[in-house]
């Protein structure tokens, strides 16, 4: 199967997964006995006919199945709905999609780029004082909470002085040219990345420790040492390229939990992105945001997992895509 | 919880007798300490209400977010003592808007030991008033500070800790049955069923869990008990964990109902569901006894993370998520009230004990490893 082909069919599959996704959201959030006008309600200065009207603007004086197809034609129409702080949530959504998007790439950037020399580090030298320091700095990695790390970060950060506390600009961003306003940015993005990156570190690190040690026990590496081929040559060329495709997977998955993983962390640092935007659509009961925020979600797992399989299939020839 | 573990047998002939994998896995260093640690953790939530110095709801609004109580080792002659403290009084500085505490010192309280002090019941069942240290009142022990409504932080991280401690297992307790049950039933049905279930599965694994999880409390309606709500996030947090399970489960009766002892029992006249029940599930246990230890330590992250968030257990409640809430809340004095961590370290070295467990208690109960050790 060519892989158009395959792409072709693992959307078509994701068609069924979303729509029960979205049935099982809908459900869920309908659930709730939870009046989402109720801060409208509360306040006497706005009339009986204005909450009407909201009421039939967010489409609330219908029946929930009714709720749900209107929500769904207006979906595939590309209308999200409008959120209950106004204005529509696709525009929300895309305001901090950006951000999120920003912060995730680094942050995969980063992990990758110190994982796999650690872990190839660790599994040459297994069992020496290398391994063992990463070993300790993984263990405490995969144990220590996203937002007790981006806490302990900010005391540093209060500490030394040298790094801002939260925040993606600073508030003169707008009046620095275009140089001022990256190296701004950069400067914000040190601490939600280094948090992000010391958590996602742990679990990649060991996968490729534990891989590399798998394949180097292969027979073929036996052999290519056996040939004389100098040890580098043989772990870089031989061994770590047959260790990888495990990882692969990894990375498509890796990509959505980011989504999770970053949402406390941007609720701690106060960074504009789509998880604390949820966590505020959650928090204001502000239904639409918080069902298109879930559908993403589900989509970007979707995609990376996709993603993962077609890389894998680029990578390793002897895959077959079925 | 893991004292169970020397119950699972090894389905294999013995040529010598082996260390049981409950010995296996107390030789680790490692995994002692932890299990010693975490011990240590259990044994102080369940006996929260003698040894803190006050109860959960304790407060005195005079010393609200004051400093931890500064305990004097030595007297005014600088010679060795029993510990006594100094109550506090609060001072307000007009010009620069902070309240500080200092100390009166013209009357020391010493420390007493197994001290009367207010009522409390231990489970709910056994009543007592002894606390295991404390001091007169007026003045105040407060060895981690107050936080903003005077309430005790060293009291309340003990009543966190029984709220923290045992959602893991709770959730647990409902997540493992249905994951079991599902992905058994799923596997043993096979065909167009087993597709449908398994695509249900896959839905709720695809929502990132994060979100579900504070999409779930968010239908959670405002103003109920304190016990209905926790039972409710303990359900709420099972409900994200069972499906991955389910899957694996699936996977592993499909290829064990192929083995060559389970198509005996079929071809001897056992019905088949009696077979899935008594041989395949079975020989599941050993990974369903690591995925266990390592489901409790995520269970225990999430309620702290929704309670930190304002989402799980609340206030006046204690967890050590919703304790940890007020560093957030003084984010930038957060230097000078480093002590508003110690709920996230807790949480910390729970979870990491937890893992370290879960990690050897794998090695041990891996069957590839078995004919190693």
Known sequence: MSIPVYILKRVLQAIPLLFIISVMSFTMLKLAPIDQLAYLRANPAISAEAIRAEEERLGLNKPAVVQYFIWLSNLLRGDLGVSTMGGSVFVLLMQRAGATLLLSVLTILFTWLIALPAGVIAAVHRGMWVDKFFGIITTIGMSMPTFLMALLLLMVALWTRALPIGGLTSPDFYERNLLGQIIDVAHHLVIPVTVLTFIGLAGIQRQVRANLLDVLRAEYVRTARAKGLPEDKVIYKHALRNAINPLITLFGFEFASLLSGAALTEMVLAYPGLGRLTLEGVLTKDMNLVMAALMLGAVMLILGNLLADVLLKLVDPRISLE | ?373
Not at chain 2, 206 to 229: D, T
């Open chain 2, 1 to 373: 919880m893991i004292q169970e573990a020397p119950g699972f047998t090894i389905p294999t002939a013995r040529p010598r007798a082996r260390k049981t994998p409950w010995q296996r896995l107390w030789r680790d260093p490692l995994a002692r300490l932890g299990l010693v640690v975490l011990a240590l953790f259990y044994l102080a939530a369940g006996l929260a209400d003698p040894i803190a110095p006050y109860s959960m709801y304790f407060n005195d609004p005079d010393v609200a977010n004051a400093p931890p109580t500064q305990v004097h080792w030595h007297d005014a002659q600088a010679r060795p003592t029993w510990p006594f403290i100094y109550p506090i009084e609060r001072r307000f500085d007009p010009m620069t808007f902070r309240q500080t505490y200092h100390e009166k010192t013209d009357r020391a309280y010493p420390i007493k030991l197994f001290v009367k002090g207010e009522d409390y019941r231990i489970f709910g069942i056994l009543p007592g008033n002894i606390h295991l240290f404390g001091v007169d009142s007026p003045a105040r022990l407060f060895l981690l500070g107050s936080d903003i409504n005077g309430r005790d932080n060293f009291s309340r991280l003990f009543f966190g800790a029984q709220k923290s401690l045992t959602i893991g297992f709770l959730g647990l307790f409902i997540a493992f049955p249905i994951g079991i049950v599902y992905g058994g039933v799923s596997g043993f049905l096979g065909g167009i069923v087993d597709n449908i279930m398994m695509r249900v599965a896959e839905a709720v694994m695809s929502i990132p869990s994060f979100y579900l999880l504070i999409g779930l409390a968010a239908i959670l309606p405002p103003g109920m008990s304190s016990s209905e709500r926790f039972a409710l996030i303990t359900v709420i947090l099972s409900l994200i964990g069972w499906a991955g399970l389910a899957r694996v489960i699936r996977g592993m009766v499909l290829s064990i109902r192929e083995e060559e002892f389970v198509v005996a029992a079929r071809a001897a006249g056992l019905p088949e569901f009696i077979n899935i029940v008594k041989h395949v599930i079975p020989q599941t246990a050993s990974f369903v006894i690591v995925a266990a230890t390592l489901q409790v330590p995520s269970f225990i992250l999430s309620e702290s993370g929704l309670s930190f968030i304002g989402l799980g257990i609340q206030q006046p409640d204690a967890s050590w998520g919703n304790m940890l809430k007020a560093a957030l809340d003084n984010v930038n004095d957060l230097l000078n009230q480093p002590w508003l961590i110690a709920p996230g370290i807790l949480i910390f070295i729970t979870i990491l004990c937890f893992n370290t467990v879960g990690d050897v208690l794998r090695d041990v109960l891996d069957p590839k490893s078995q004919g190693l050790a």
